[in-house]
Structures are given as C-alpha cells and as structure tokens.
C-alpha cells in the first residue's frame, strides 16, 4: 500500500511538472516539436500576405524587386527581433518571390567551418541560404563566412601545420538570410556585410485580431469579430503565440461549446489556461507575486527570484522576464529586479508606503 501511495505521488508530481510546462508553452515565444508543421500551414506565402510589419515589408519588398529587374540575387539580408514575429516567415518568402530554393540551417548547427564548406559547395547560382540563430555560429565559420558572402569564394584548408595547403572553392552568388534574437552579439565585420538589415517589432492587437481571423480561416474555425479580439489582446504582441491560442480556444469551442470562437468562449478557453487579460501567465504572475509579497518589491537577484518560483533561472530571464519588463510591471537595476506600480495594481495589492521612491533611487545608483 505505501508503495502505491509513493507511486501515485510520484505519478502526480510528474502530471503537474508536465502540465505547467504545458501551460507555459502556451505563452512561450519559441516553437515546439509538432508546432512546427502546424505553423507551415499557417505561414502567408507572399509579401502582400504579411501582416504588419509595414515598414520592413516595404523595404523587403524594394530590395526584392530591385534585384528581379537586375536579374541578380537579392543583398544579403539580416532579420533581427524576439522569436515569434515571423523572420523564417520572411526568409521563406525572400525565396518564394525570387522563385529560388531555400536552404535551412542554424547557427548551432555550424560548430566548425567545415560545416558551413560543406553546405556552401551545395549551395547554386540564385540560392536563398537562410542561417536561423546565426549569432551562434562558431568564430572560425563566421571568418569564413566574411568572404563567401564578400567575394563568393571560400579557402577550404587541406591538411595539418606547415604541410597544409589552401584550395579556392568557388560559390556561386546567392543569398544569406541571417535571423537573430540578439544582434548585438554579431560580430562588426559580419553585420557589415549584409546589405539590408530589419528590426522586427512587437504587433499591435490590431494586427493580431487580423492574423487570428486569416489563421482561423484557414483552420476551417467560425469566429465572431469580438472572439478574435480577446485573442489578440492577450497574445502578447506575438502571432506564434496568437496562433497557438487560436487553436487552443478552438478545442475548447469544439468540446465545451457549440464550436464558434465568440468572446464567452474564448475568454473561458484562456481562464481555463490560466492566461489573464493581459497575456501574463502562470509563470509570470508567480514571479510577480513572489517578488511583491516575499520580497517587498525588491531589488531581488534573478537567481533568488527563480530558485523562489521554483524554475531554472534561464526560464525566468529568457521567458517570463523580458514580456514582464516591456509592459512595466517589473524593471532590472543594478541591485536586482523591482516590480513596478503596474505589478502590484495588477494583483490587486498596495505598495509598502515610500516603496517607489526607495526603488527610484537605485536607478540612479
């Protein structure tokens, strides 16, 4: 008996494990194992497809078509900006307008520059070759990297210490469509090199009430105007995240209610997964209440606060951390996190009295 109790225990510390790590994929910008092939089929296909993103897709759209009038490839192309705002959506598209082939690959992938030799030498005239995490790549493949996107050519090294030769391999031009979440990791000489660079930023709600209707379309979904709505405002100016709420309050219609998206439904599918009207989650409203009711509102180290909401400090900083810190509600200074006036209002509690001018003061330390 006491060895089923233990069991069932264990079982059940497993179910919670995996259901919060559920929960918190709802809300997480990066995508996940099947969510890859399910995004394929929601991906626009053309330029005039795209929504949002008005200024880089003007921009795009020139170079593109600057390039088909020359009859040569298009500039090398930098796309940078948080996961989820459609930059393999873009390279995708780069080569779907130039009706080129697109080749995959990511940074992590390349850990010497024989790798990246070996992709190269498949790579033909008018090929669209996109390096996904490319602030990854090894220092050796990034070198070679200068010159085949210079001078269309690498030095493929045969051989060890003084007996080693040198043998030209020549590329024919095509184009490097580089996406990274941190540019400012990228070395000087290797941003330098492209020859058009875009910043992709966060969607209004407005643009994500259009892809949660273009996407439900799709999906063969009946939703009401407000339904896309309440989707929208609470996909944290993400259309990945958008998209995967779009299809969780689509089985909850299809289970639960009549199988219309309306606001009732899709405002009880998103309580049901504990995301609130403003996109904070499970992950986030701990770290809002552990830092506002334990610690007064800090400072607090990023560490303190994640072995305090039991999570991996990473999943703190890279998940919950930066969305918390564009909408105000918490602030890094250099005595650890803070909340902000949003955090406590937005759970319902008062601030310690003086709390905000002691915090103030150590933004200018």
Known sequence: MAFNDEYRDEAADEFTVAEEAHLRSLTAAEAEGDERAVEAALRPRTLDEVVGQTRVRDQLGLVLEAARRRGRAPDHVLL????????????MIIAGEMSTPLRLTSGPAITHAGDLAAILSGVNEGDVLFVDEIHRMSRPAEEMLYMAMEDFRVDVIIGKGPGATAIPLEIPPFTLVGATTRAGLLPGPL?????FTAHLEYYEPHELDLIARRSAGLLGVEMTDEGAAEIASRSRGTPRIANRLLRRVRDYAQVRADGVLTHEVARAALELYEVDELGLDRLDRGVLDVLCRRFGGGPVGISTLAVAVGEERETVEEVAEPFLVRNGFLARTPRGRIAMPAAW????????????????ALFDE
């Open 191 to 195: 941003r330098d090199r492209f020859g």
């Open 80 to 91: 940078s900006g948080p996961p989820g705002l459609g930059k393999t959506t873009l390279a």
């Open 345 to 360: 209002k937005h759970l319902g509690l008062v601030a310690p009295p003086d709390s905000f001018g002691a915090q103030q």
